[in-house]
């Protein structure tokens, strides 16, 4: 029972290419029995080999005609096959029979050829669809129980064990470990992680067991949003594709009304015979149709967007990878963006009579009851430092925290505030927070007692690959890049010199960034933004391409975004922009080989230099290769 059980799952998975095959087998016993003068079983097989090969096509050639009152060129092609084998038993010519089922086979195996390099790009797309378990192991009164990922709870811990899947996105708990992130954001190196790290649905962990809170629901999960932009991306044509179609529409009814014209008036105007009228105008509906033209933009797109999704680069649609090929200016978000939006210790200067340790001791022993921003980074660079929490601690928002440890009196904050208790602030050390200032730094005074220890520089750190990713985008020719940002003209310029972006836009609110874009689309047109917080979505709705930060974005950001970053690898934007041209050459290319190949084959058809089966091969053959020339893209 298990075998035939298979075997009709493989023909229902492959209706296509098991049609191809049974119309090849019974036209070639059709064709043997012909030559072998078996008229009666010839006549069984060959219409049989029309009927399997044919009959997908003549559905969806009918439903179409039917429903939708429009010709395709499904239809076409059946028309052309039945004119042949009625001319052939007209005229006789049981070769004419044959013609017509090599017409059929040729455009069944073109079907099966084209449905399969189709398969083969969503495969390449849909196979994060099985990267998440069924099932997740929850701790439930301290004991392990397996329930269905779809019953996770916020606030739920489960446990992943050594080699197992990440169920569900989440925040470590316990434990460490290394997570293969590659097929989510395509980091071809595991990753380190530990407590306070978020992990991802999908990821495979390493040698570690680990101890996870659902910070949010299975759904909402970074694969499960990645999955439905890849069915909304299968689902949506880009503008080339709708022009094709529409066209197509139009041709089929130009070709038809040709064919008849064709089919009646030579032999009044040049005296040809009724039977070559009638073959003529049968290969011409067959070599005239578009199908090259159609296949030359969808498999090319849809294999940009699968090669996009292996190296993080999420597009939404093909529309996007066409649009993004064409991008002649870019505006980036800086906080979140640019740089990774988390505060961090960059400098410390101390008194002769202190170290760097002792400043960081000292500071980190008050803001360790802060929930500040500021305090959490000085905590972060103490961390490896024995330090005793101070008490009586009272911080003054917008000026700096106070407290005792070891009986002494701990002042950290602005210089102001540190004045109310400090006589004198060191005449070298304003200097320094002078120049720290002007780069756009954050400074912090830190004081025991009386006395000054030091002073601390604090910025949110650009992100390492900033630079390089927008010295790249110059060398691809993007004729504009500048920055859009919320902060102060002073720390927006000094994060715009260290990576080498010329303009710079600051202090600005949402609607702001949305009126700036609109100004770079009146000289450039085509205009990238690229951001990662709820303040961007305007920005990244209004541009021409929309790209977001996959996990240091927004859920706003994500859904109103047109390209995601998986990884929030700023140089996959270049890699984004090179997809997209690439893309387009190779449309332009493939367009221009069907156009080639039809016009070709219309004069080859006149001369009178081809037949029918020729022509079915000429035509059937730039379908596939044009189809296959966009698979290109895949490696």
């Known amino acids: 029972m298990l075998y035939p059980q298979r075997l009709s799952q493989f023909t229902r998975e492959h209706a296509d290419t098991v049609a191809a095959v049974l119309c090849g087998l019974l036209l070639f016993l059709g064709w043997f029995a012909l030559h072998l003068g078996w008229l009666g079983l010839a006549f069984l097989l060959l219409p049989a080999a029309y009927v399997i090969g044919g009959?997908?096509?003549?559905?969806?050639?009918?439903?179409?005609?039917?429903k939708e009152k429009e010709l395709d060129v499904d239809l076409l092609m059946i028309v052309a096959a039945i004119g042949a084998a009625s001319l052939g038993l007209w005229r006789r010519?049981?070769?004419?029979?044959?013609?017509g089922a090599i017409l059929i086979l040729i455009f069944a195996i073109s079907g099966a050829l084209e449905g399969y390099a189709m398969a083969r790009t969503e495969r390449s797309i849909r196979s994060l669809m099985s990267l998440t378990p069924d099932t997740a192991r929850v701790l439930l009164q301290g004991r392990e129980e397996e329930i269905p990922i779809s019953q996770l709870k916020l606030g739920d811990e489960i446990v992943v064990k050594p080699g197992e899947l990440i169920p569900t996105d989440g925040i470590i708990l316990s434990g460490y470990s290394t997570l293969n992130q590659a097929a989510i954001t395509g980091e071809s190196l595991p990753v380190e992680k530990t407590v306070g790290a978020e992990v991802f649905a999908g990821t495979?962990?390493?040698?570690?067991?680990?101890?996870?809170?659902?910070?949010?629901?299975?759904?909402?999960?970074?694969?499960?949003?990645?999955?439905?932009?890849v069915e909304q991306a299968q689902t949506e044509a880009p503008p080339s594709q709708e022009f094709i179609d529409r066209f197509e529409k139009g041709y089929a009814k130009i070709i038809v009304v040709a064919g008849i014209l064709l089919a009646t008036l030579p032999p009044f105007l040049w005296a040809w015979d009724w039977e070559t009228t009638i073959y003529r105008a049968l290969t011409f509906l067959v070599v005239a149709s578009p199908c090259a033209l159609m296949a030359a933009i969808m498999p090319t797109l849809l294999s940009g967007i699968a090669n996009g999704a292996r190296q993080g680069i999420l597009f939404k649609n093909g529309a996007q990878l066409?649009?993004?090929?064409?991008?002649?200016?870019?505006a980036f978000d800086k906080t979140g963006t640019l740089t990774t939006g988390q505060l961090q210790v960059l400098q410390v200067i101390y008194a002769s009579k202190?170290?760097?340790?002792?400043?960081?001791?000292?500071?980190?022993?008050?803001e360790s009851s802060s929930e500040h921003p500021i305090g959490k980074a000085i905590v972060q660079a103490a961390s490896d430092l024995n330090w005793v929490a101070a008490i009586q601690v009272q911080a003054i928002p917008g000026q700096g925290i106070v407290g005792i440890t070891q009986e002494q009196k701990i002042i950290v904050g602005n210089a102001v505030f540190v004045q109310q208790y400090v006589t004198n602030l060191p005449e070298d050390m304003r200097e320094i927070v002078q120049s720290w200032e002007q780069e756009g730094k954050t400074v912090v005074w830190v004081a025991r007692g009386a006395e000054v220890m030091g002073i601390i520089a604090i910025a949110d750190e650009v992100r390492a690959q900033a630079a390089v990713t927008i010295s790249r985008l110059k060398?691809?020719?993007?004729?504009?890049?500048?920055?859009?940002?919320?902060?102060?003209?002073?720390?927006a310029r000094s994060v715009a010199k260290a990576i080498g972006i010329d303009r710079v836009y600051a202090q600005l609110l949402p609607e702001d960034k949305l009126h700036v874009i609109r100004r770079l689309q009146q000289k450039y047109q085509t205009v990238a933004m690229v951001g990662d917080g709820i303040n961007d979505a305007p920005a990244l709705a209004q541009a021409s391409v929309g790209i977001a930060m996959g996990v240091s974005g927004s859920d706003v950001a994500l859904e109103t975004?047109?390209?995601?970053?998986?990884?929030d690898r700023l140089e996959k934007i270049a890699v984004a922009i090179h997809l997209g041209r690439r893309s387009q050459f190779i449309v332009k290319q493939n367009i221009v080989v069907a156009l080639g190949f039809i016009m070709l084959l219309l004069v080859g058809n006149f001369l009178g230099n081809i037949n029918l089966p020729i022509g079915v091969i000429g035509h059937e053959g730039s379908t596939v290769l044009v189809t296959l020339s966009g698979l290109r893209l895949l490696k």
């Not at 066409?322 to 870019?330: C, H």
């Not at 060398?475 to 720390?491: A, P, R, S, W, Y």
């Open 204 to 229: 495979l962990n390493g040698y570690g067991a680990l101890q996870i809170k659902v910070h949010k629901p299975a759904q909402s999960s970074l694969i499960q949003r990645v999955i439905r932009l």
């Open 55 to 66: 009959y997908e096509s003549a559905r969806e050639g009918l439903t179409t005609l039917f």
């Open 322 to 330: 066409e649009k993004i090929g064409k991008v002649r200016a870019i």
């Open 561 to 567: 975004a047109d390209i995601v970053l998986m990884a």
């Open 354 to 366: 202190y170290t760097r340790y002792d400043v960081l001791k000292t500071a980190a022993s008050v």
């Open 475 to 491: 060398k691809l020719g993007i004729e504009q890049i500048v920055m859009l940002t919320g902060d102060n003209e002073e720390t």
């Open 93 to 99: 010519e049981y070769q004419l029979i044959i013609d």
